[in-house]
């Protein structure tokens, strides 16, 4: 079975810090996408990175695939308010479509 | 060009009652994902559909469930006879594509909620 360890599970910053979470598995993926869940609401996704040691960016948050494509890290610099929600790492494997595995999620909290 | 619509939002069951969740993809989208999100929890796959076809449902519970994607109409997850296990929250993801890192939409969820 394969396993994606998130972490922190929470984290509460204030406005303008910077930020990492993690994800971690013993198993590789052909695929890694970060995605982002407000309350109430399905997740939306944020970014797909799939060859190893891929760095993304999008505006305040880099997104990075490692080298073994086993783990990423997501990295928002100056954090907002708005970008509280639930970060959320999924695997996907080639061959098994869509079916995506996910971690365990990171409670982002920014306060003023 | 609406996103995946879900409904009901909010689903209250007595024990012993049957559950139904519908799910209309995008418009275009022909391949629709059942994930199911427990409290505290991440998503878990449950099932994978396309028209008239299950094509994994390697996530799915081997009795009380049951899901199906008609050729005209919603993708409808059956759920028999609910048990208070069964309370989670319900997603339904829709894509254009098969392929490993398509992008997946997801509509907003159902909260099934077993008294």
């Known amino acids: 079975t394969q396993l994606l360890e998130q972490s922190p599970q929470f984290l509460s910053i204030q406005e303008g810090e910077n930020l990492t979470v993690y994800c971690n598995s013993s198993s590789v993926f052909s695929s890694l996408q970060w995605y982002r869940q407000e309350p109430g609401e399905g997740p939306v996704l944020l970014v797909t990175v799939v060859t190893g040691g891929e760095v993304k960016k999008l505006k305040r948050l880099t997104f990075q695939f490692g080298d073994a494509r086993k783990d990423s890290s997501l990295h928002i610099t100056a954090a907002q308010p708005g970008d509280t929600g639930l970060y959320l790492c999924?695997?996907?494997?080639?061959?098994?479509?869509?079916?995506?595995?996910f971690g365990t999620g990171t409670r982002l909290q920014v306060t003023l | 060009n609406a996103g995946v619509m879900q409904n009901p939002r909010h689903l209250v069951r007595r024990r012993g009652q049957e559950a139904r969740l519908r799910c209309s993809p995008m418009?275009?989208?022909?391949?629709v994902y059942w994930y199911r999100q427990l409290p505290e929890e991440g998503l878990k796959f449950m099932v994978y559909l396309q028209k008239e076809n299950i094509i994994d449902e390697s996530g799915m519970p081997k009795e009380r469930f049951s899901a199906e994607f008609p050729k005209e109409g919603p993708s409808i997850l059956r759920i028999q006879q609910v048990v208070r296990g069964d309370s989670a929250a319900y997603f339904c993801?829709?894509?254009?594509?098969?392929?490993?890192?398509?992008?997946?939409?997801f509509g907003s969820g159902t909260q099934l909620s077993v008294l």
């Open positions: 999924a695997g996907g494997v080639t061959g098994t479509a869509s079916k995506l595995t």
């Open positions: 418009k275009g989208h022909s391949h």
């Open positions: 993801a829709s894509s254009s594509n098969f392929a490993t890192n398509e992008k997946l939409f």
